[in-house]
């Protein structure tokens, strides 16, 4: 019955670079009746993320990637993502840039999360710069994926209250919990 419901979901990668959370979390969610994604493949651009084993506990096939080069590294991707039949991708902590012919490839169908509340703070230390600019709001946005860096449509965010106790650390902690919550809620909603 599980796999009667996973043939017709969408089929999707995610590409990840970091811990991985963000894949732990859409794994379980594709394995939910409501979600319309199934998760068939991982895509890494590093053997030295823990995150490598939810592929394996989950039976998802995967793929780590060596970026040197980056035109190499993307035409294997393809290649491995045509072999899958993959419809739909969605970046996760994902930390290289793609090219614009990848993206035209895929056009519409890479989602990323990003953590801050764009157009603010497209980029790296999304946290600390919210922070030394004295906001009092930092946040998550999930956008489609154009050839132009954070700035593709936004198709949901989260603003996450800043107090004077919060570091880039306590931020990051606290705008990744409601990351967890806002991936899925930006899948249904695109699909719904
Ligand atoms: C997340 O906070 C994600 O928003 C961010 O990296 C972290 C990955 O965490 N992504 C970016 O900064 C992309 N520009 P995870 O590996 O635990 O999912």
Do not use: W
């Not at 946040?139 to 154009?146: A, F, I, L, Q, R």
């Not at 806002?182 to 249904?188: D, F």
């Amino acid at each position: 019955m599980e796999k009667l419901i996973g043939l017709n979901k969408i089929r999707t990668a995610v590409f990840i670079s970091g811990t991985g959370s963000n894949l732990k979390n859409l794994i379980k969610f594709s394995k939910t009746k409501k979600s319309p994604i199934a998760i068939n493949l991982v895509i890494s651009n590093t053997n030295k993320t823990k995150a490598l084993k939810y592929a394996n506990q989950n039976k998802i096939k995967k793929k780590v990637l060596n970026f040197r080069n980056n035109s190499i590294a993307e035409k294997n991707i393809l290649k491995f993502l045509d072999r899958e039949k993959i419809k739909f991708i969605c970046l996760a902590g994902f930390m290289k840039i793609l090219s614009k012919n990848f993206i035209k490839k895929f056009n519409g169908k890479i989602i990323n999360i990003h953590p801050s509340l764009l157009p603010k703070y497209k980029g790296l230390n999304t946290h600390e710069r919210a922070i030394k600019n004295k906001d009092k709001f930092g946040g998550c946005s999930v956008h489609y994926v154009t050839s132009k860096l954070d700035s593709g449509k936004i198709i949901i965010q989260k603003k996450v209250k800043i107090t004077a106790k919060d570091n880039s650390t306590s931020l990051a902690k606290k705008v990744l919990k409601q990351e967890h919550k806002l991936y899925p809620t930006a899948i249904l909603k695109i699909f719904n």
